[in-house]
């Protein structure tokens, strides 16, 4: 089990320009999540996916942020455009029920300079 | 809403030492989950333990158990012999069963450091 992939691991990148982050959840887990972890906020839900659709986009912070999952072993975080206040580290996490416990990515440390 | 509070930002533990990180949760709700999370300097968030409030027996995995109190909204780590790769920042974490399953509800973190 090669647990919850994210890439890349650091990504750095001006103000403006587009960002996409990448997740590929574990085998078999039917439950995708996107978090985000600052100092100032802690780490708190962006959006959730149950068998690729989307369940609770609530987190999401405005419209710059888009999330899609094309099939069950792949799903991305899209930021356009990105701004400094986005710099975070964005986790990816996955679970195979609602009774199991997440399983968190190295997540993907973003800095928007 | 629930609101996670860990009221000791740093803990400092000897190698071999117990050291108990506290934590409180306020929630309306009978039936939700509590974990413990470890987060070392790799960044990872590494699941230590996990506890359904409608068991009274306290979890334990190896080296980590937890005292849970739910009538006081407590949820206490303890990690018995204490290793130098137990240094990581301990996030606990509530999640309410049903509707918004999933979405976690993360305390502000305690680092704790092991040390020789």
Same mark, same amino acid.
Request: hydrophobic share 35%; glycine share 6%.
């Given at each position: 089990?090669?647990?919850?992939?994210?890439?890349p691991?650091?990504?750095?990148?001006?103000?403006?320009?587009?960002v +996409?982050?990448?997740?590929?959840?574990?085998?078999?887990?039917?439950?995708?999540?996107?978090?985000?972890? +600052?100092?100032?906020?802690?780490l708190?839900l962006? @959006?959730y996916?149950n068998?690729?659709?989307p @369940?609770?986009?609530s987190?999401?912070?405005?419209?710059?942020?888009?999330?899609k999952?094309?099939?069950?072993?792949?799903s991305?975080l899209?930021?356009?455009?990105s701004?400094?206040?986005d710099?975070?580290?964005?986790?990816?996490?996955?679970s195979?029920?609602?009774?199991s416990?997440?399983?968190?990515?190295?997540?993907?440390?973003? +800095?928007? +300079? | #809403?629930?609101?996670?509070?860990?009221?000791?930002?740093?803990?400092?533990?000897?190698?071999?030492?117990?050291v108990?990180?506290?934590?409180?949760?306020d929630t309306?709700?009978?039936?939700?989950?509590?974990?413990?999370?470890?987060q070392?300097?790799?960044?990872?968030?590494?699941?230590?333990?996990?506890?359904?409030?409608?068991?009274?027996?306290?979890?334990?995995?190896?080296?980590?158990?937890?005292?849970?109190?739910k009538?006081?909204?407590?949820f206490?780590?303890?990690?018995?012999?204490?290793?130098l790769?137990?240094?990581?920042?301990?996030f606990?974490a509530?999640?309410k069963?049903?509707?918004s399953?999933?979405?976690?509800?993360?305390? #502000?973190?305690?680092?704790?450091?092991?040390?020789?």
């Amino acid at each position: 089990d090669a647990g919850v992939i994210q890439s890349p691991r650091h990504e750095v990148t001006e103000m403006g320009q587009e960002v +996409t982050l990448r997740c590929k959840p574990i085998s078999g887990h039917d439950y995708l999540f996107w978090y985000r972890q +600052t100092m100032m906020r802690g780490l708190e839900l962006l @959006i959730y996916f149950n068998n690729n659709v989307p @369940i609770d986009d609530s987190g999401m912070p405005e419209d710059r942020f888009s999330a899609k999952m094309p099939n069950a072993s792949f799903s991305t975080l899209k930021i356009q455009p990105s701004e400094p206040r986005d710099s975070a580290v964005y986790f990816c996490a996955s679970s195979p029920s609602q009774a199991s416990p997440l399983h968190f990515g190295n997540g993907t440390r973003l +800095t928007v +300079t | #809403a629930q609101t996670v509070t860990q009221s000791q930002p740093e803990m400092s533990v000897q190698e071999a030492e117990t050291v108990t990180l506290s934590c409180t949760y306020d929630t309306s709700e009978n039936n939700y989950y509590l974990f413990w999370y470890k987060q070392p300097p790799s960044r990872q968030m590494i699941l230590v333990i996990r506890q359904e409030a409608y068991k009274q027996q306290n979890a334990t995995e190896n080296r980590f158990s937890v005292n849970f109190q739910k009538a006081a909204k407590s949820f206490s780590l303890k990690i018995s012999d204490s290793q130098l790769g137990d240094t990581a920042m301990y996030f606990c974490a509530f999640m309410k069963q049903g509707t918004s399953w999933g979405k976690l509800q993360f305390g #502000a973190g305690t680092q704790v450091v092991v040390t020789p």
